[in-house]
C-alpha cells in the first residue's frame, strides 16, 4: 500500500487525529466525526488505519546492525518503586568515552520508533537511552491504542522523577564523558523542557513540538535549548509567547523554528504527518546543536 502523506486528508480529519492521539476524543468520537469526510467506498475506520503508524516501513536503521551493540537494561526509579526499563544503544567502534543522549517517546511509550531513532543517534557517536515510561504499567503493550490507555494511567509526578533520575543513570555510564543532552517529541518534548528545569548542569535539550514548562520555572533553565515547532499545531503552538517572553526575560540561550505547512508529529516517518523536508531539516539541526553543545565542535 502507498504510503499517504498530509495532503492527502482533509486538515479537520489531521485535526481529529491529534485530538485522538491526545486523548481528547475517543476512537468512536473520531470515527463519528470524521466520517463526514470519507467518500468514494473509504469508511472512517480505514481513514483511521491509514493515519496510524507503520513501524517497519520506516525503520531506518536495523534492529542488528552490526555497527551498534544494542540492549534492554534497567535502572532504580528513585521512588523505591522497583526499576525502570529502557534501551540503550551505542555504537560498536568508538574512541573513548562518548557524550549521552536521552530519548523521550511520544505519549504512548517505548515504541519500535523511538528505538530506532535512539539507534540513528548512537550510529552519531553518542550513548542513546531511551526509558519506558509505561514501565510500572508492564511497558509498552505492541499496540498504540492500548499504549494511548495505559499512558492515561501513569503517576505523572513519579515518571518526571524516574526521567530525572534516568539523566543521572546515564550520565554515571562508564561509556560516559558525563555531557548529557536530551531530545523528546510531543510529551517527551514537554518532558526536555522539564528536566532543562530540573538539571542545572544538564548539556543541552531539544524539544521537539513540546508542551512548554511553566513560566515560572523557566529560570531555573541553565542549558542552551534548541526548539522545533510545527506551523499547523494549534493546541502546542497556543503556549509559544508565554514561553519565549519567559526564555528572553531570563536570558535563556535558545533557538526555536517553526517549519512551514507541517504538522504535529512532523519528525515521526512512520505517520502521514511525517514532512521529509521539515524532518531532515530539523535533524541536522539537533545534530549540530549536540554536537556544539555536547563535543564542544563548531
Given at each position: 500500500?502507498?504510503?499517504?502523506?498530509?495532503?492527502?486528508f482533509?486538515?479537520?480529519?489531521l485535526?481529529?487525529?491529534?485530538?485522538?492521539?491526545?486523548?481528547l476524543?475517543?476512537?468512536?468520537?473520531f470515527?463519528?466525526?470524521?466520517?463526514?469526510?470519507?467518500?468514494?467506498?473509504?469508511?472512517?475506520?480505514?481513514?483511521l488505519?491509514?493515519?496510524?503508524?507503520?513501524f517497519?516501513?520506516?525503520?531506518?536503521?536495523?534492529q542488528?546492525?552490526?555497527?551498534l551493540a544494542?540492549?534492554?537494561?534497567e535502572?532504580?526509579?528513585?521512588?523505591?518503586?522497583?526499576?525502570v526499563?529502557?534501551?540503550?544503544?551505542?555504537?560498536?567502534?568508538?574512541s573513548?568515552?562518548?557524550?549521552?543522549?536521552?530519548v523521550?517517546?511520544?505519549n504512548?511509550?517505548?515504541n519500535?520508533?523511538?528505538e530506532?531513532?535512539a539507534?540513528?543517534i548512537?550510529?552519531e557517536q553518542?550513548?542513546?537511552f531511551?526509558?519506558?515510561?509505561?514501565t510500572?504499567?508492564?511497558?509498552?503493550?505492541?499496540?498504540?491504542?492500548?499504549?494511548?490507555?495505559?499512558?492515561a494511567?501513569l503517576?505523572?509526578d513519579?515518571t518526571?522523577?524516574?526521567?530525572?533520575?534516568?539523566v543521572?543513570?546515564?550520565?554515571a555510564?562508564?561509556?560516559?564523558?558525563?555531557?548529557?543532552?536530551?531530545?523528546?517529541?510531543?510529551?517527551?518534548g514537554?518532558?526536555?523542557?522539564?528536566?532543562?528545569?530540573?538539571i542545572?548542569?544538564?548539556?543541552a535539550?531539544?524539544p521537539?513540538y513540546?508542551?512548554q514548562?511553566?513560566?515560572?520555572?523557566v529560570a531555573?533553565?541553565?542549558?542552551?535549548?534548541?526548539?522545533?515547532?510545527?506551523?499547523?499545531?494549534?493546541?502546542?503552538?497556543?503556549g509559544?509567547?508565554a514561553?519565549?517572553?519567559?526564555?528572553?526575560?531570563?536570558?535563556?540561550?535558545?533557538?526555536?523554528?517553526t517549519y512551514?505547512?507541517?504538522q504535529?508529529?512532523?519528525?515521526?516517518?512512520t505517520?502521514?504527518r511525517?514532512?521529509?523536508?521539515?524532518?531532515?531539516?530539523?535533524?541536522?539541526r539537533?545534530?549540530?546543536?549536540?554536537?556544539?553543545?555536547?563535543?564542544g565542535?563548531?
Open positions: 500500500m502507498e504510503r499517504k502523506q498530509a495532503s492527502d482533509h486538515p479537520e480529519v485535526r481529529l487525529f491529534d485530538q485522538y492521539v491526545h486523548g476524543i475517543d476512537r468512536r468520537g470515527l463519528e466525526r470524521a466520517a463526514r469526510f470519507v467518500a468514494g467506498g473509504v469508511t472512517a475506520s480505514m481513514l488505519d491509514s493515519l496510524n503508524p507503520r517497519a516501513e520506516a525503520q531506518q536503521i536495523a542488528d546492525d552490526r555497527r544494542t540492549s534492554h537494561v535502572y532504580d526509579s528513585p521512588r523505591g518503586t522497583g526499576r526499563r529502557g534501551y540503550l544503544a551505542l555504537p560498536v567502534k568508538r573513548g568515552r562518548l557524550p549521552g543522549v536521552l523521550v517517546h511520544e504512548r511509550g517505548l519500535p520508533h523511538i530506532d531513532i539507534r540513528r548512537a550510529l553518542y550513548l542513546a531511551a526509558p519506558d515510561a509505561l510500572p504499567l508492564g511497558g509498552y503493550p505492541g499496540d498504540e491504542d492500548k499504549a494511548r490507555e495505559l499512558f494511567k503517576d505523572q513519579k518526571r522523577e524516574d526521567f530525572v533520575a534516568a543521572a543513570w546515564l550520565k555510564r562508564p561509556e560516559c564523558t558525563g555531557k548529557v543532552g536530551v531530545v523528546g517529541f510531543c510529551w517527551g514537554g518532558v526536555a523542557n522539564m528536566l532543562a528545569t530540573r542545572p548542569d544538564l548539556s535539550a531539544v521537539f513540546g508542551p514548562p511553566p513560566a515560572e520555572d531555573k533553565i541553565k542549558a542552551p535549548l534548541l526548539i522545533h515547532y510545527a506551523e499547523n499545531d494549534e493546541r502546542i503552538n497556543a509559544i509567547p514561553f519565549e517572553a519567559a526564555l528572553k526575560a531570563n536570558h535563556v540561550r535558545y533557538e526555536m523554528f512551514p505547512g507541517t504535529h508529529g512532523f519528525n515521526n516517518d505517520t502521514p511525517y514532512d521529509k523536508a521539515a524532518a531532515t531539516l530539523a535533524w541536522q539537533t545534530m549540530e546543536f549536540f554536537k556544539k553543545n555536547l563535543r565542535e563548531g
